[in-house]
Structures are given as C-alpha cells and as structure tokens.
C-alpha cells in the first residue's frame, strides 16, 4: 500500500487517485453499505439515539466530538458551511438544525454520500479531499472532523479545505502516539490513522496570516468509563495492543454497566470533559479554529438550542437501503 502524495492534478476537483485513495474510496463504499441482520443500515456515528440502533461503538465519544464542536461554531459569524470526510451527514445535518443555515456534505465515498440525502436530506457529493470541485471561498466555514488522519497528504488536503473556505476551517483529529501510527503503517489495516498530529501540528498556518486556535477535548482518563457507558458489545480485533481476555471482560462488564448507566450518566460525562482536559494533560482529540480573519470570531452565545441534553437525545427512524 502507498503512502505518498498524489501530485495528479488537472484542476481543482478533478484529481487521478493513488493507489491508497483508490483502495479507501473501495473500502468506504462497502462500509457505508453494511446493513445488519434486520437490512437495517448500520451507521457511523450514533444517529439513531443512545443505544437505540446498529451503530459503531464510541457513542460518547462521538458525542463529546460533536457537542464542543458545534459549541465552537457558534462563536463565529457564518451563513454556509461545508462538512468534508462527512460520512452519512449527521454533523451537517446538527448544524442546520441548531443555526438554521445551508449546509452540504462531501465524502470521498459515494455510498455516504447517498446516505447523507437519504437520511437527512443533504446535498452531498462525492470528491477527493485532495482537489475539491468547490469555487475558492464558496462556503463561509469548512469542518472537516476525524478525517486528516486517514488521507493520504494531509498538508495538501488542509490547503484544499483553506481554499474553499471564506472564513475559517474547524478540524478535528486524534492526538495518537508514534507508535500506534507505524503499527497502522506496518499492518496496513484499512482506514486506520496514518498520521500523527499534535498541538503545534497547524502551527505553520500562521505564517500564512491564519489565527490558529487550539482546544483539548476528549481526556484519556474518561476512556474506560465512556466505553462501560456506552455499553457495546465489541468484537476481538487482533490487530489491537491489548490481549483477547481483556476484550472478553470489557463485554462481560457492560451487560451490568448497561442496566446501572443511561443517559444522564452519559450527558455527565460528555459535560466533565471539559474540566478534565483542563485539569489534566491527557487528552486524546484536538479542535483547531484556523481563522482566515480573526475579526470573524467573536463572543456570540452558542445557540439557546444547543445543549448536550439534544445531542444525546437526537435520533433518526432506522433506515433501510432501497434496493
């Protein structure tokens, strides 16, 4: 599998893949047509409420992503935003719903794309991150959250986002160790996280007159009890740092955890995040505002809607692919 850039460009949005965006693009359109035994289609991220649907696990998690996200919106003046690596469209769809603003999706599988229409009725199209067919400037905000780390040049992917972006670009990605990064390289396991970022990884922005803000989200030491909230059941994967019988424990737990914990327990922990990042120093995502101009951001109050309460009951029917 290859790893380095793809410097095939004829044009903004038309783009000749390499080998490893070819082989995602392949892996991606399967996934997000994976139904379970019920033909009902099981999403990426928690759209059918806490608990209350085939869903990949991590809900919590997902949820604190989701909340300090829309949270940091709302403190930027914004008529029209672009969610790229979008998947089925649930961020974009939160963000229409909380600031009633134009919103559309664009995901390099074609398969989500379908999904985000289908479900929540967004526009969305399929396009490499790398060469976007976006005129520069068309969306006042660009998000583009927990996808850097899966592309092939995230440098170049960061320029695309920036270009397309009249205002500023929020992204989020993991803040993962070295060697969890060379042991993805090594094993080569489809869309696992190819690239290590930290604080300081778009510190180089500002030298390109872009204010760079930086936010922890996320701590480390909430893991554990998140993963006994969310109460999923979770299959061995061998390719994991931790033996089987830990696995097997994790499962036996959570059919207790399950019956003590909802989702006040969960709305809880999503609200402590945020002291903990701040308390302690391990954390496992960042937020980065990069902000063309500054004077786009100012002390406007997250919409009177938006709360984690909201988050955490948001829900869709359950969908089936058409046939």
């Known amino acids: ?24 693009k392949s892996w991606l359109n399967k996934r997000f047509s994976t139904c379970d035994e019920n033909g009902v289609y099981i999403a990426h991220q928690p759209i059918y409420g806490f608990r209350k649907g085939p869903c990949e696990p991590g809900h919590i998690s997902r949820y604190i992503i989701t909340y300090r996200l829309l949270e940091a919106l709302g403190h930027l003046e914004f008529e029209s935003l672009l969610d790229v690596g979008g998947a089925e469209g649930y961020k974009a769809f939160l963000v229409h719903k909380f600031f009633n603003i134009p919103v559309m999706s664009t995901d390099l599988s074609e398969e989500s794309c379908k999904r985000a229409n289908e479900i929540f009725g967004i526009e969305s199209n399929s396009s490499d991150i790398h060469h976007m067919p976006f005129e520069d400037g ?22 695309e986002l920036l270009r397309v972006a009249k205002k500023a ?24 996280h190819i ?38 059941h979770r299959a061995h994967n061998e390719n994991w740092r931790h033996p089987r019988i830990a696995t097997h424990i994790y499962n036996f737990l959570t059919v207790l955890t399950k019956k003590i914990f909802g989702e006040k327990t969960s709305e809880f922990l ?54």
């Not at 290859?2 to 490893?20: E, F, M, P, Q, R």
């Not at 583009?144 to 960061?158: F, G, I, M, P, Y």
């Not at 760079?212 to 554990?224: D, E, F, G, Q, T």
């Open 270 to 323: 999503i609200w402590i995040d945020r002291y903990f990042c701040k308390m302690f120093q391990f954390h496992q995502t960042n937020i980065f505002m990069i902000l063309k101009n500054s004077d786009c951001l100012y002390g406007k109050k997250v919409p009177n809607n938006l709360s984690i309460r909201e988050i955490v009951k948001f829900s869709v029917p359950h969908h089936y692919l058409s046939k």
């Open 195 to 232: 690239h290590q970022f930290n604080s300081d990884s778009f510190k180089y922005l500002k030298s390109e007159n872009c204010t760079v803000i930086v936010r922890k989200i996320s701590s480390s030491l909430l893991v554990i009890p998140a993963c006994l909230v969310d109460a999923t």
């Open 1 to 24: 599998m290859k790893y380095a850039s793809s410097n095939s460009n004829t044009g903004h949005g038309v783009s000749i893949l390499d080998t490893y965006t070819e082989e995602l």
């Open 138 to 159: 068309q969306f006042d905000v660009v998000m583009c959250s927990e996808t850097l780390e899966h592309v092939t040049d995230w440098k170049q992917a960061t320029s």
């Open 169 to 192: 670009v929020f992204i989020t990605v993991p803040q993962d160790n070295e060697k969890f990064i060379e042991h993805n390289k090594t094993t080569k396991e489809m869309h696992s």
